[in-house]
């Protein structure tokens, strides 16, 4: 299976201030087709997950624009510009290349 | 607009077999592309993939769980149910199913069950 690794597993942050989560993998996620299959989730305490962005870098829809993914191969980043006290929760990488699907363990952003 | 929903027992016990339920709506598991997964996440811990299945049947599973997983669907009734037999108070979670598109998966979740496992 692939190993995802996220950093810092806790994050306190300020309001208004920017945040970035690391997230690693074992292995390359980049697929036969090009793509490269590396989701970010979000869950707020006591919700269902929500997916902010796909492919590395495509935000979804009504994603507000402060959050961007970056990243290639086996490294990537989850930044969010200016954290409002919506952004608070639980925040998971998850590869879709290969089989197995995994998720990292979460990275808990709070306000500081 | 996609919709999902999980319904199923709230409490099972050890060894009885889990069977839940995703009933969706907004899209049909009869168009190319189209699939329906599990995830689960035990309280306080993190998100785990189980399984996965595609408009074409087919059907993908964690290997950790292989043996006692099934997944299927029934596209008439817009729904998929995943089945786990031998239950344990380990596979206390919340289960959750999600919307894929092709190689883009979960863009839509249900709201998921709390299933504990207890005598």
């Known amino acids: 299976d692939v190993v995802m690794t996220q950093s810092p597993l806790s994050l306190p942050v300020t309001l208004g201030q920017p945040a970035a989560i690391s997230c690693k993998s074992n292995?390359?996620?980049?697929?036969?087709?090009?793509?490269?299959?590396l989701n970010w989730f979000h869950q707020r305490p006591g919700q269902s997950p929500r997916r902010l962005i796909y492919?590395?870098?495509d935000r979804d829809s009504g994603v507000p624009d402060r959050f961007s993914g970056s990243g290639s191969g086996t490294d990537f980043t989850l930044e969010i510009s200016r954290v409002e006290a919506e952004d608070v929760g639980v925040y998971y990488c998850m590869q879709g290349t290969h089989w197995p699907f995994t998720f990292g363990p979460g990275t808990k952003v709070d306000i500081k | 607009q996609i919709t999902l929903k999980v319904s199923g027992p709230t409490l099972v016990k050890p060894t009885q077999t889990l069977t839940l339920t995703c009933a969706f709506s907004?899209?049909?598991?009869?168009?190319?592309?189209?699939?329906v997964g599990w995830i689960r996440q035990p309280p306080g811990k993190a998100l785990e993939w189980l399984a996965l299945i595609y408009w074409h049947d087919g059907k993908r599973y964690s290997p950790s769980l292989r043996n006692r997983l099934t997944i299927t669907k029934d596209t008439s009734k817009n729904q998929v149910v995943l089945t786990m037999t031998n239950m344990d108070p380990v596979d206390t979670a919340t289960y959750y199913c999600?919307?894929?598109?092709?190689?883009?998966?979960?863009?839509?979740w249900g709201q998921g069950t709390r299933v504990t496992v207890s005598s």
């Open positions: 492919k590395v870098s």
């Open positions: 907004g899209f049909s598991l009869s168009t190319s592309g189209e699939g």
């Open positions: 999600a919307h894929s598109l092709g190689w883009l998966h979960y863009d839509y």
């Open positions: 292995q390359s996620l980049v697929y036969s087709d090009g793509n490269t299959y």
